[in-house]
Each structure stands twice: as C-alpha cells, then as structure tokens.
C-alpha cells in the first residue's frame, strides 16, 4: 500500500538500520519535498573516493544509483524524493524515496548512518511503544 508523501516541516519518525527499536528511532524533520521530474535539477554534494573531492550530484542520479545497490529495498520506480535532517544521528541531509512495499527508505549518500526507515504514518511508531 503506498504511504502518503510526507510535507515540508513535518516532524516524523526515521528509524536508523531498518531497526525499529528505541535505540533506534530518531526525530526528523521534512526540509524538502522533490517531484522525481525535478529532481534532476537538485543537487548534492557528495565525497568522490577516485577523485578525493567533493562533487556535484543530480538526486535523480543518487535514486538511480541507489536503486540498483538496493534493489530489495527500494521501488524501481519513485513519485517523490524527500529530504530530511536527522540531527542526532548525522550532519548531513538524508535522502528518501519510495521502498518496494509504498514506504519511505532513504539512500546512502556518504555513509551507512543515513541507512533507514522513515515512518510517515507512525504506524511503526505506534507499534513500537503499544499505542492503539
């Protein structure tokens, strides 16, 4: 079942290594919210290990990377690409987009901390602490 597509300043739950667990769970916040069409038009800035620099990287491009590296994880086919800060888990912005279930699953951009679940209905939130 697809999930709603998150909106900018929302504050939802990420849920770092796929783990739903307390020692797990972060806050985070909606900074952005791309349509896929546009998205190759946004940048990053990323760390190339050949070129020992950073680099400029279209988001489209991360998708499609990450879409063949996790191809168990994540939908081979994305309406939206959103951005979020997690600030007790990293300093950089963490990308998401569509899992193979109608999630939300974030890339990897420079390291494996951004690795996650974000929960876009609480649902996991909810179970997590026994809310009904």
Not at 30 to 37: F, L, M, P, S
Request: charged share 30%.
């Amino acid at each position: 079942m697809m999930q709603p597509v998150p909106e900018q300043g929302e504050m939802l739950w990420f849920y770092a290594n796929d783990q739903v667990k307390e020692k797990t769970e972060y806050q985070a916040k909606v900074i952005r919210v791309y349509d896929y069409w546009d998205s190759d038009k946004r940048v990053i800035y990323k760390y190339d290990d050949v070129l020992q620099d950073t680099v400029e990287n279209p988001i489209m491009d991360l998708w499609m990377e990450n879409t063949m590296d996790m191809f168990w994880i994540l939908n081979h086919e994305t309406d939206y690409i959103i951005e979020i800060i997690v600030p007790d888990l990293c300093p950089q912005p963490i990308f998401v987009a569509r899992d193979i279930d109608g999630g939300w699953h974030s890339m990897i951009t420079i390291t494996e901390k951004e690795f996650g679940i974000l929960d876009v209905t609480g649902e996991l939130y909810r179970k997590l602490h026994g809310i009904k």
